[in-house]
């Protein structure tokens, strides 16, 4: 699905990620942890192109992305969701528009697609909040919309940016459920999360491999976790 | 290109509402589209109407010319019909006639009364001219008059109808060059709107590239936004430099040039083209801005 070989990433010349190697192969579970500012973000950027490796090769689903074209690109990102740690939502748009946005911007028929778009919100619980604005929803509400919206085009892959950084501990749980009933529909899930306790309680419900980012590096996790 | 400017048409009323609107860059591109309309719709006016009065003075003129006979009073009849013989014969020369006393008189009036007493004065006779299709030789026709018609000066206007056209080209020349400025500065104040608003936008922009947009999607949103204010812009200032020129005096000798400004006949659908150039000029600077914008996004 998703391949680093040999990347390093650097910036404003200090090198943030080196030497990275990794496949996310299809269905597979990770989680990525590290020290805040340790370069989670800045991988996850690398796997959906926005980003750049300064040295090495990234590849999504067999094709180099420095090969993309903006269009191309566009079209990779519609297979790969993304939950960003800010969700980043239109602020004048209501939150079902929001979430259907990948679906608009590919030009899909909306009235063919109201039907999996309520039943998304159901599924996220946010059916009662679909004509609220994003300024008006609390951060558990924030982080399942987003979820909501990166999963909307059934993508292959779903990659989450610390997506129970805002939200209290039985919030955390209902959205690490929802993305191993992901994972459990065969769709390949990275979740950056500094939350160990997160981590051990998903290595309950799912196999999941951990990564740490330790010295621009990044390694398999030990057995603690 | 033209495929890019029908797709505007296409509306997409849910990829209209990813932009956020826009106020105040909203109002400065209606407001430049109507301003510049406006004033071009008068440089149009002025363009056409210089147009008009330059091929009429080449026209009119061209095709007539005086001969001025000066001679002692009793040899002015003689040589004046010698000098019509001679017209008569010469190719070119469509009808020749001799001015009455009353036609000099009322030429002449403007300088010295109507109530010049032109037979105790040494008026020449004036002849006037009128060519057919093919004209007639000047140079031919002066040689052959100094030979049978000594008191004969043949005018053909040349010396004073090549300033006055001259003068009547360079202000439509002027006109144009009016309307394609006006062009170049509706353009500059939309770019400079398009990119408050791109940039304004960034963040949106952002986040329609993560969820996969193309480009052409995102440039479309601003681009759509942009042509329609300028098109709605640009007709309200046609209509009102319209009704301007509607104001202006209608054309009449006593007034001359001045009062021939404005718009004859089919020259009326000529402004009905000013919106659709604002409009183009608006779908090309806001793609350029959007494009030379998203190349900076990842």
Redesign the interface.
């Known amino acids: 699905m998703i391949e680093l070989e040999q990347v390093g990433y650097s910036y404003g010349g200090g090198e943030l990620l080196s030497d990275v190697s990794i496949r996310l192969t299809a269905g597979s579970f990770h989680f990525l942890t590290g020290p805040s500012g340790s370069g989670k973000t800045t991988f996850l950027k690398l796997c959906y192109g926005a980003l750049q490796p300064t040295s090495g090769q990234v590849r999504a689903f067999e094709t180099d992305m420095r090969a993309l074209d903006r269009d191309q690109m566009a079209l990779m990102r519609r297979r790969i969701g993304v939950v960003h740690q800010d969700c980043r939502f239109l602020d004048h748009l209501p939150l079902a528009d929001n979430v259907a946005l990948p679906l608009t911007v590919s030009g899909r028929d909306m009235a063919q697609e109201s039907s999996n778009l309520s039943e998304l919100m159901n599924w996220v619980g946010l059916s009662e909040r679909a004509d609220a604005l994003p300024p008006e929803l609390s951060g558990g509400e924030r982080q399942r919309a987003a979820l909501a919206r990166a999963v909307i085009m059934s993508p292959d892959v779903v990659l989450a940016d610390e997506p129970t950084g805002n939200v209290d501990w039985e919030m955390s749980q209902r959205l690490l459920q929802l993305l191993v009933e992901l994972n459990k529909m065969g769709k390949t899930v990275l979740i950056a999360s500094h939350d160990l306790a997160l981590i051990r309680a998903a290595k309950s419900q799912v196999q999941a491999r951990v990564l740490r980012i330790s010295n621009r590096r990044l390694q398999l996790a030990g057995a603690d976790l | 290109m033209l495929v890019r400017f029908s797709m505007l048409f296409s509306r997409d009323a ?2 209209d ?2 932009v ?2 826009s106020g105040f860059t909203a109002q400065l591109t209606l407001f430049a589209s109507g301003a510049m309309a406006f004033l071009a719709v008068f440089a149009l006016a002025l363009s056409l109407a210089s147009g008009r009065l330059a091929d009429r003075w080449a026209d009119e003129l061209a095709r007539s010319a005086t001969l001025r006979i000066s001679a002692p009073s009793d040899q002015m009849a003689a040589q004046t019909q010698a000098a019509l013989t001679v017209l008569g014969q010469t190719p070119g020369i469509a009808r020749a006639r001799a001015l009455t006393s009353d036609e000099q008189a009322a030429l002449l009036a403007p300088w010295f009364g109507a109530d010049l007493p032109l037979d105790s004065l040494p008026v020449p006779q004036l002849i006037e001219i009128v060519e057919d299709e093919t004209g007639f030789d000047a140079t031919g026709l002066r040689l052959r008059l100094s030979a049978e018609v000594p008191g004969a000066v043949l005018d053909d206007h040349t010396r004073w109808r090549r300033p006055l056209v001259k003068a009547a080209e360079s202000l439509r020349r002027l006109g144009w060059i009016s309307i394609a400025l006006i062009g170049g500065a509706m353009a500059a104040m939309i770019t400079l709107a398009a990119n408050a608003a791109l940039s304004a936008n960034r ?2 922009i ?12 995102i440039a479309q949103a601003f681009v759509r936004r942009f042509t329609f204010r300028a098109f709605i812009g640009a007709a309200v200032g046609t209509a009102l430099g319209l009704g301007g020129v509607l104001l202006l005096p209608e054309a009449s000798d006593e007034g001359g040039f001045l009062t021939g400004l404005g718009f004859q006949g089919l020259g009326w659908l000529w402004p009905l083209v000013v919106p659709v150039l604002g409009a183009s000029v608006a779908f090309v600077a806001t793609g350029t801005a959007a494009r030379r914008t ?1 190349k900076g996004l ?1």
């Open positions: 849910q990829a509402r990813v956020p609107p963040q949106v952002e986040v329609l590239r993560l969820v996969g947009a193309k480009d052409g999607y998203l990842s």
